[in-house]
C-alpha cells in the first residue's frame, strides 16, 4: 500500500507534482492552513481557468450534512465542451465519509475516465480501514500532518521565495519557527509580513533575523519572548511585570509556562554538556554547547543565551528541569489559575533572579 504524500512535498513540488487522474482525493490531518493550500494547489491544476471555477469546482460543507447523492451527481458530471475538471469538494468531511462510506469505496476503486472527482477534506483517516487502502492502491491521499525529522527550515525558506518572493536567511527561517511554535499557518502570515516590510533595493538580499522579533507573533506573544529573556538573564522585575500583563491580558498560565520550558531548556541542556568530562563529549565552548543543546546560531540569540547562562551559573543552570517540573506540577495541581499560578510563575522568576554577590557576607579567610 503506497503511503500518503506530505502536504509539504506536494506544495513544494507546486506545478511539477504528478496529479495522476484519480476519482477520489482525501486530504487529511491536523494542519488547516497546509491542508487550505493543498486545496487551492488542486483547484488551480483541475480547474486552470478561472472563468470554469465557478461550476467546475464546487465546494459542500461537511456539517451541513450534504446529501451524498448530490455529492456524487456534481462529480458524475460531464462537461460537454469545457476542458476543466469537475470536482465536488467535501469541506470537514469526516461524518460525510462515516455515511457514505461504501459509495466511496467503489468511487475510489473505480476508473475515472472522463467524469470529475471527488475530494474529501478530513481531520482523521485511518490507513486500515478498506476506504483508505482503495485509495491508497488507485486513488490519492495527501497528509497535512508535518513528518518528524522534516527539515521544515528548509521548507519555509523555499516557500518564502516561491509564494511571497523574498529571501530568509537560515537562522531567520528557524527563529520563525521557534518564536511560532512551528505553527505554519503564522509562519506563513509572518513571512507576508516580512515581505510587506522588504524594501525593493533590498528584495534580493536574505531577510536577517533580527527581523522576526518586529514582526512575528501577537504583541502578546512578542510580551512572552521578552518576559523570558529578562527572567533569563536575572531582570526579575521587568520579567515580573511583563508576567502580570500577559496574565492580565488572558494568556493561560500553562501555555505561558510551556513557553518558558522551551528555552530553559535549552539552557539547562548545554549546562549538562559542560559539566561533562573533558573526554566525555564535553563541548570545546559554552557557544559550541548552546548550539548543541538547540539555541539559534545567530548573533542575538546565541549572547543573550551566553549571557542567560553566565547569569544562572552552572548549578542553577543544571537545576532548571526540577524547578520547571515543579511549576508544571503546580499550575496542573491547586495553582492552575488566578492568583496562585501567578505566584508559581514568579516563584520561579526569584529562583532565577540576578544575584548581589556584594551583599554577601565574606567566605572566612577571604579579601573585601
Known amino acids: 500500500m503506497a503511503a500518503a504524500a506530505s502536504a509539504l512535498d506536494v506544495l513544494k513540488a507546486g506545478a511539477s507534482w504528478p496529479l495522476g487522474s484519480p476519482s477520489l482525493v482525501v486530504v487529511h490531518g491536523g494542519e488547516a492552513f497546509l491542508a487550505g493550500q493543498v486545496l487551492g494547489l488542486l483547484r488551480e491544476r483541475l480547474c486552470p481557468d478561472e472563468a470554469d471555477r465557478s461550476w467546475a469546482w ?54 475515472r475516465g472522463g467524469r470529475g472527482l471527488v475530494v474529501l477534506e478530513v481531520r482523521a483517516f485511518p490507513g486500515n480501514t478498506r476506504l483508505a487502502k482503495a485509495v491508497a492502491a488507485h486513488g490519492l491521499a495527501i497528509d497535512t500532518a508535518i513528518p518528524a525529522r522534516y527539515d521544515l527550515a528548509a521548507w519555509v525558506r523555499h516557500w518564502g521565495q516561491a509564494r511571497h518572493g523574498v529571501q530568509l536567511a537560515a537562522a531567520t527561517a528557524a527563529r520563525l519557527l521557534e518564536r511560532l511554535g512551528g505553527d505554519i499557518g503564522q509562519v506563513d502570515q509572518a513571512i507576508a509580513r516580512l515581505a510587506a516590510g522588504c524594501a525593493p533595493a533590498d528584495r534580493g ?54 513557553q518558558i520550558a522551551a528555552v530553559l ?90 544575584r548581589d554577590d556584594s551583599s554577601r557576607p565574606p567566605r572566612p579567610g577571604a579579601r573585601r
Open 265 to 354: 531548556r535549552r539552557l539547562s541542556t548545554a549546562a549538562r554538556l559542560l559539566a561533562l568530562p573533558a573526554g566525555g563529549g564535553r563541548p570545546a565552548g559554552v557557544e559550541q554547547a548552546l548550539r548543541e543543546a538547540g539555541v539559534a546560531a545567530w548573533p542575538k540569540a546565541m549572547a543573550q543565551a551566553k549571557e542567560s547562562l553566565g547569569q544562572l551559573g552552572p548549578r542553577r543552570a543544571r537545576q532548571l528541569p526540577i524547578w520547571l517540573l515543579d511549576l508544571d506540577r503546580a499550575l496542573k495541581g491547586d495553582a492552575s489559575r488566578g492568583l496562585r499560578a501567578r505566584l508559581a510563575l514568579e516563584r520561579l522568576f526569584c529562583k532565577m533572579a540576578r
Open 58 to 111: 464546487r465546494e459542500f460543507a461537511g456539517d451541513e450534512e450534504p446529501d451524498p447523492r448530490d455529492v456524487f451527481d456534481e462529480a458524475a458530471t460531464v462537461p460537454m465542451f469545457a476542458t476543466a475538471t469537475r470536482a465536488a469538494v467535501v469541506r470537514n468531511a469526516d461524518a460525510f465519509v462515516s455515511d457514505a462510506r461504501e459509495r466511496l469505496e467503489t468511487l475510489a476503486n473505480a476508473s
Open 205 to 258: 538580499k536574505p531577510i536577517p533575523p533580527e527581523a522576526v522579533d518586529a514582526c512575528a507573533g501577537s504583541p502578546q506573544e512578542r510580551t512572552a519572548w521578552g518576559m523570558i529573556d529578562a527572567a533569563a538573564g536575572g531582570d526579575t522585575k521587568r520579567a515580573l511585570q511583563e508576567l502580570a500583563d500577559l496574565l492580565d491580558a488572558g494568556e493561560n498560565p500553562i501555555g505561558v509556562a510551556a
